[in-house]
């Protein structure tokens, strides 16, 4: 049984030498081989991936490879994400991580990438489970910014329970309630609750994205 790949990565000749050097193990295929975020996410979204390998610059200095992997990761894509890079900021780092990418190398180590891939694929390693309990802590670092009565609001509009509903279940003037949601926006520098559930399922990143 080979292990599925897609490749993402906007440099046309590090591409193809990469997926020549995958191809050749024999447990490894690359199956596609993609050069922007929109079209990893959509592949992912039609197509069964083991291991994508995500480029963290796809676009300049934009970081739009940690977007795509966040946008796998909120799509709840079974698909494990393998960071390339060249990069070596904390910060960078550390948001790769928050957005939900299992393993982390530099190209500079792309012989390491087929054992990293097998490690990622084969089994769950303490690192992963560690990523996933990270990730827990910064959606509930998201969630401490309300208080109890404004998560009530959040809850139910994930739900899809629009204003009218949220008045009579939980048994708010209209006033009262507009005060509130005007609150969670204000905190969120949000425009809309659909925008304030964003950014709590991206643990932050989406905010940080927009200050790019």
């Not at 995958?22 to 079209?39: F, Y």
């Not at 070596?88 to 012989?111: L, M, N, P, Q």
């Amino acid at each position: 049984m080979k292990i599925d790949l897609l490749l993402v990565e906007d440099d046309p000749v590090w591409r193809k030498m990469l997926a020549r050097f995958l191809d050749n193990e024999p447990d490894l295929r690359v199956i596609q081989a993609v050069g922007t975020k929109e079209e990893a996410v959509a592949y992912c979204a039609n197509n069964k991936v083991d291991v994508v390998l995500m480029d963290i610059n796809l676009t300049g200095n934009n970081l739009d490879g940690i977007e795509a992997t966040l946008e796998l990761n909120l799509m709840k894509s079974p698909a494990k994400v393998i960071a390339l890079t060249s990069l070596d900021r904390e910060d960078v780092i550390i948001d790769t991580y928050t957005a939900g990418a299992v393993h982390y190398i530099s190209k500079s180590d792309f012989r390491k990438i087929p054992e990293t891939i097998r490690s990622v694929f084969h089994t769950v390693s303490p690192q992963e489970i560690l990523v996933k309990d990270y990730i827990r802590l910064k959606e509930a670092e998201q969630y401490n910014k309300l208080t109890l009565a404004e998560r009530e609001i959040v809850a139910l509009s994930e739900e899809g329970i629009g204003r009218t509903q949220m008045i009579d279940k939980l048994g708010k003037s209209e006033g009262t309630l507009k005060n509130q949601i005007s609150h969670i926006l204000r905190k969120f520098k949000a425009k809309s609750l659909k925008e304030v559930i964003r950014t709590v399922k991206s643990r932050g990143l989406g905010s940080r994205e927009s200050d790019r």
